[in-house]
Structure formats: structure tokens, C-alpha cells
């Protein structure tokens, strides 16, 4: 079944490490997304992609990146985990035409100790 | 730059009565105006949309008005149930742009037995 994937779901990690979190899509999608929520909290966009080799950083300010060199995968990675990137990171996709409908994973639950 | 107001914050309403939330948005060029559905520690999902070109779309219990003049679009749920019960966000597309939305910070709804 065609579907957004996210590994882990859940994360606890000390500060300064490294960690990437993956996301994958089924769909053929080409536009893709990494927003930041904190539970029930307003949704804030920080990557979102094009297609295949396309990025562009959102709104919030973060010290992450993303790479897109395949379709379906859009990991997201923190060079130095802080306390402060505690969070859920949902990532999404969507078609270019007709809609606009996000599709989004079912999130992983970042921790930073 | 653009933003997005969502009111209320929290709403409790009785089971069966109506739902009603409200989003105002600041870029005139905005051009498509979706709501999502977030249940308790699940994914944001899209439970109906419409294009500046339609004042009114309903879906079943769901409908959402737009007043382009105004620059405000309501939620409204009818016959409240307790599935109902989750946090609703508006959203707009960054000017005619396919690729990004400003959100609304989100309701909560809750409905009382």
C-alpha cells in the first residue's frame, strides 16, 4: 500500500550526537517536507524539496539539513543534537498537479538529554 | 510577512451541536485554503479544502466557507460526535505557490458527553 514511512519513531540521544532520521514515500511524490511540532502545537515547516536534488530551508531557523537524491527518500540530519531540537519531526509529501493534499508519516519523537 | 490567525484556541462544545472555528489570512494572493484533523498522537491528516474560486464546499458534516474580501475562511462541523474531538488547523498557500502553506496554530476541540 503506497504510503509516508519514518524510522524511528522514537529517539532519545545525548547532546552533540549526530542523528539522522529517515523518511520515506511510495507514492511517486515530488514534493516533499520536514515540519517541526511539539504535541498538538502549531506545525512550523524547516526543509522541503522540489524533486531529486532540489532543497529549500522553511520558515523556522534550524541547524539540520536534508538531501533529496532519490525520489521517495528525504532523511533529515542534525550535525549536533541540543535539548532545544526535543520534538516531533513530521515529514510529508504531496503531489505537484492537481491537489495540494499532504500526505504526512507518522512522525518520530525526538528526545535530546 | 504572512501569517495565519486561528481562533479560538480551545473550543467544548456538547455532542451533537456545532462546531464552528475561525482562521483570517494576510496574503491577498492566497490561493488555497486547506483544514487537517490531528487525533490524539496521530498524523495531521486533510479533511477538506477549497480554492479562492468557491465562496462555500461541504463534505457530509464537514463544510468551510471563504469570504475573499474579508480574508477569512471558517471551519463548521454540525452534529458534533466524540470522534470529532481533536486539534483542527487552518492554512494558506503562500501566495498561488503549490509548494508551501502558513498554518493557523490550531484548535482544540473538545466534545462533552
Known amino acids: 500500500e503506497a504510503d509516508i514511512y519514518q524510522t524511528p519513531r522514537y529517539l532519545v540521544i545525548g547532546t552533540g550526537k549526530k542523528i539522522t532520521l529517515e523518511c520515506s514515500q511510495t507514492?511517486?511524490?515530488?514534493?516533499m517536507y520536514w515540519y517541526q511540532q511539539d504535541p498538538g502545537m502549531e506545525l512550523h515547516l524547516i526543509h522541503y524539496?522540489?524533486?531529486?536534488?532540489?532543497?529549500e530551508k522553511g520558515d523556522l531557523s534550524s541547524e539540520s539539513t536534508v538531501s533529496r537524491i532519490r525520489t521517495e527518500h528525504f532523511p533529515l540530519t542534525l550535525e549536533s543534537a541540543r535539548p532545544s531540537h526535543t520534538s516531533q519531526y513530521l515529514c510529508?509529501?504531496?503531489?505537484?498537479?492537481?491537489?495540494?493534499?499532504?500526505?504526512f508519516g507518522p512522525g518520530t519523537r525526538l528526545t535530546v538529554t | 510577512g504572512e501569517n495565519v490567525e486561528q481562533h479560538p484556541s480551545t473550543l467544548s462544545v456538547q455532542e451533537g451541536d456545532s462546531a464552528v472555528i475561525k482562521c483570517t489570512y494576510s496574503?491577498?494572493?492566497?490561493?488555497?485554503f486547506p483544514w487537517y484533523k490531528q487525533e490524539l498522537g496521530k498524523r495531521p491528516q486533510l479533511i477538506i479544502d477549497?480554492?479562492?474560486n468557491v465562496g462555500e464546499k461541504k463534505d457530509q458534516r464537514i463544510a468551510v466557507t471563504l469570504n475573499k474580501t474579508a480574508k477569512h475562511f471558517s471551519l463548521h462541523i454540525t452534529e458534533t460526535q466524540p470522534e470529532d474531538s481533536a486539534v483542527y488547523f487552518c492554512?494558506?498557500?503562500?501566495?498561488?505557490?503549490?509548494?508551501?502553506?502558513?498554518w493557523g496554530a490550531g484548535t482544540k476541540l473538545i466534545i462533552k458527553p
Open positions: 477549497i480554492r479562492s
Open positions: 496574503d491577498s494572493a492566497s490561493n488555497y
Open positions: 507514492m511517486g511524490h515530488d514534493k
Open positions: 492554512a494558506a498557500s503562500k501566495g498561488r505557490s503549490n509548494y508551501q502553506l502558513i
Open positions: 510529508a509529501s504531496s503531489e505537484v498537479v492537481p491537489g495540494f493534499k499532504l500526505n
Open positions: 524539496s522540489y524533486g531529486v536534488n532540489s532543497t
